[in-house]
């Protein structure tokens, strides 16, 4: 099991007709690649008995530019609260109005890569790039599907060209990082999650990614510097606040200092069983095999398909002389692909 990972979080643009014309900022929505597919239920179960009529924004109004302005304000206020369903219907409507509407279709293709649908997604930003060239959103969102499948030589393309476009992008600055990172090069990543912190200094993914990044560079100081900086910022980054936890116990054995993270996490997450397999190892190297024990148990209720959780167990009963609970995890372990 990996303890850090790039792109747990994906930045998706949504963006306000309105705010583009006055004054070229954007929204963002953060999904990971899990998420979308939770995503898709969610929104199904919000939908199925919500239609939603349109003809009212379709019929009234004083010009259609400004009617294709508020369906896709609307459409942007039901893609905030992730009902992405909803959203479409009046990105839809927009597109009906004004084919050639490029925010409309790179709305849609953050929606759409939200419920899961990413070729949808990709035909919209290409749709809306072909229309306008210029269009870095659609260059953005399309490198994050990218991104998402781990392409990172079309990332790095994109990316490069909404820096290019718009060279404030600090998101574009990370994620290009990343990509680069992925990909060997260590230099050009360090210098642009460097040139991202130092266009928005409190931009917390930046932090994290680059933490992660100091991590794989075995530079434990500055990756716990830059998970702290994201908290700092964003307490409620429990991804951070993972790796953060993560990186005490495995990295510098800090195990009560894993362990009050791991806590804040099942605070505000109770059924994170990552947090509990990894404090019940902390638990367990402080020889407190009972707490140990309740948190492998939990972790395994919550996914009777975590295997390292079996196998943790296991080990845990053969230090406690339970040779057979030991045998019967480590069966049960055996069988899990």
Known sequence: MQSRQYIILLFLVIITFSACQQNNTHKQLQNNKAATNKATSSSNN???????????????????QKRVRMLIEKGTVMADLKK???????????????????????????????????????????????????????????????????NYKNVISDLTKVTQLDSAHAEAYTYLAVAEASTGDIDKARKDFNKSIKINPKLPA??????????LLKKTDSELRDYKKALKINPN????????AVTEEKDLHNYKEAITEFDKILKVNPQDSRALFNRGKSEQAL???????????????????????????????????????AMKDLATANSIK
């Not at 927009?94 to 990709?122: C, H, Q, V, W």
């Not at 930046?206 to 991590?215: D, L, P, S």
């Not at 980054?237 to 790796?243: C, D, G, K, S, T």
Request: proline content about 3%.
């Open 46 to 64: 919000n939908n199925n008995n919500n239609n939603i009529d349109t003809s009212k924004d379709v019929a009234n109004g004083p010009t259609d």
């Open 84 to 150: 992405y369903n909803r959203a479409l219907v009046f990105f839809d409507s927009a597109i009906m109005l004004d084919p050639k509407n490029t925010f409309a279709y790179t709305n849609r293709a953050a929606a759409y890569f939200a419920m899961g649908e990413p070729e949808k997604s990709m035909a919209d930003c290409n749709t809306a790039y072909n229309l306008n060239n210029g269009n870095y959103y659609a260059l953005y969102t399309r490198a994050m599907i990218y991104l998402a499948y781990g």
């Open 206 to 215: 930046a932090y994290y990614n680059r933490g992660i990044f100091y991590g």
């Open 237 to 244: 980054y429990l991804e951070a606040r993972y790796n953060l």
């Open 287 to 325: 020889k407190n095999y009972k707490g140990a024990r309740e948190d492998y148990n939990a972790a395994i209720r919550l996914n009777p398909t975590y295997k390292s959780a079996y196998l943790q167990r296991s080990e845990l009963y053969k230090i406690t002389g339970d040779k057979a609970n």
